[in-house]
C-alpha cells in the first residue's frame, strides 16, 4: 500500500515538472518563466523525493531524499527571487501585457 502512495507522489511530481517545463518553453518573460521554474522544482521534485522516501523507507537513501527536500524548499524561491531581482536591476524588460512591477515600485521609494 506505501509503494501505490509512493508511487502517486512521483507520478504528481512528474505531472508538475512535465508542466514545469512546458511553462519554461511557454511563457514570454524570464519572470513568468522563473516562477514556473521555481513551481517545476519546488512541488514537482520534492514530491518525486518524498515518493522514493515512501518507498525506501529510512534508509540511508530515504534520509538523503528527505534531506534534498529540506534543501530545496530552503533555496529554491531564494534563489528565483535573487534571479529576478537582479533581472529587473540589470534592465530586463517586463512583458508588454505585464500589469504590476512591484521592483520599480520599490526602487522608486529609494530614491
Known sequence: MINIIGLIFI???LAF?????LG?????DVYCRLQAATKCVTL????ILFGTFLIVGFT???LKSLLCIIFIILTAPVAAHT?????HRAGV???KDSIVD???EDKEGEA
Open 17 to 21: 515538472d512535465f508542466f514545469g517545463c
Open 102 to 104: 512591484k521592483y520599480a
Open 60 to 62: 540511508a537513501a530515504g
Open 83 to 87: 534571479i529576478a531581482r537582479g533581472a
Open 93 to 95: 524588460k517586463l512583458w
Open 44 to 47: 514537482g521534485t520534492c514530491s
Open 11 to 13: 507520478s504528481i511530481g
Open 24 to 28: 519554461l518553453v511557454r511563457l514570454p
